[in-house]
């Protein structure tokens, strides 16, 4: 009978990779290659993924992979139960995952890796959850760029509006998957021996200095600045790598690096290219036409929208302004900030492959329908 079984189970593997295979051969088979739109979408996919590569990669994804590889190996277990994990004061835990989240100038995809070292490390799916929210929908940098582009209500708007959802939304998946805060906090407690023999000032002299080089390179100074004041945190670095940390910890460290990178980069890619082929084949004029009123309708075609689409960080609030003056509402504008920059394709086929089809789905349901009331009521104001 267990034999049986299991060939089934294997059967069911197969045969998902096998219809998946006939999928994608028919796409190939009877693409319209010669067509316009198809030209159009593979160049807007291809680009995407060329600026991607150029501009966000070596400046935000690298440093942000390392983060989350440090903080896999050298941040020490009771120190994330204490502040993040399934068993945190809830008091202390959402406020500490919003703050740690809104310092970080990231977009949807550069948070990723910083949120699967905290969530590997066993945070609390409900303060990672909101960790992952507010990184990229409150980054300082966004908050001041908003506030003078386009008004200081959108911008504290926008601040209280992130931290209201992120804390709401953490608080109902703790709720609903209290089984894996319980799963994790066991584990946890099993595995609390194996420290390793760092101080904490050590620890984090470590992570800010790595903190810094991802804040400063992503700031809009010159370059000469920029790149002086990263080289003078990475020589810390180095001297910390070298004379303070020991040599098997380190390989534990860029191991866990590669580990992470090879698990989300690919995902990424992937998701980066569809994105750019969502923006040529949704026309533009569908969705001015649907977000001029600010009504639930509205709303929810800005959050699905801007769940669909990526924005690069920063990038969001011209796109938002041109469609304001265009005659988007302002209820649709904010929900449109709040689920463009923390959701896009690429960062939600990885946040099902790092959470799970069950809490993935779970927590982008919430942050748009949660955005749709956010923009209802600042709408209404």
């Not at 960080?313 to 463009?340: C, H, K, S, W, Y």
Request: aromatic fraction near 12%.
């Amino acid at each position: 009978m267990q034999l049986v079984l299991k060939i089934k189970d294997v059967m069911n593997g197969e045969t998902k990779k096998f219809l998946w295979l006939v999928l994608a051969f028919l796409a190939f088979y009877f693409m319209p290659v010669q067509s316009d739109v198809v030209i159009e979408s593979l160049s807007a996919g291809l680009a995407l993924l060329h600026e991607y590569a150029r501009e966000h990669v070596l400046t935000c994804l690298v440093p942000a992979f390392f983060i989350a590889g440090a903080i896999a190996v050298f941040v020490k277990k009771d120190s994330i139960l204490q502040l993040l994990g399934p068993t945190a004061k809830k008091y202390i835990a959402y406020p500490i995952a919003s703050i740690s989240g809104g310092i970080l100038a990231v977009c949807s995809c550069t948070i990723l890796p910083l949120f699967a070292g905290i969530y590997k490390r066993g945070a609390g799916i409900g303060p990672a959850a909101a960790f992952l929210f507010t990184g990229p929908a409150i980054n300082v940098t966004a908050i001041f760029l908003t506030g003078g582009a386009i008004g200081w209500d959108f911008a504290f708007g926008r601040l209280i509006a992130s931290v209201i959802i992120a804390i709401t939304v953490g608080v109902l998946l703790g709720f609903i998957f209290y089984e894996h805060d319980d799963r994790n906090a066991k584990d946890f407690v099993m595995g609390m021996e194996e420290e390793k023999p760092y101080s904490n000032w050590t620890i984090a002299a470590f992570l800010l200095l790595q903190l810094g080089i991802l804040v400063v390179l992503g700031l809009q100074i010159s370059a000469a600045i920029k790149w002086g004041i990263a080289g003078v945190f990475l020589l810390v670095l180095l001297y910390l790598v070298f004379f303070k940390y020991q040599k098997e910890d380190n390989y534990e460290w860029v191991a866990e690096t590669w580990d992470l990178t090879k698990k989300i980069l690919p995902y990424l890619f992937v998701g980066i290219f569809a994105a750019g082929i969502i923006d040529v084949v949704v026309p533009d004029a569908w969705i001015k036409a649907a977000v001029g009123s600010n009504n639930i309708l509205g709303n929810a075609v800005a959050s699905v929208s801007g769940a669909l689409m990526y924005f690069a960080t920063l990038t969001e609030v011209p796109i938002i302004q041109t469609l304001m003056n265009m005659g988007m509402d302002r209820g649709p504008a904010m929900t449109l900030f709040l689920t463009g920059n923390s959701l896009s394709v690429p960062s939600m086929i990885v946040i099902f492959s790092l959470m799970g089809r069950k809490q993935a789905l779970s927590y982008i349901g919430l942050i748009c329908v949660f955005s749709v009331l956010a923009g209802l009521v600042f709408g209404s104001l």
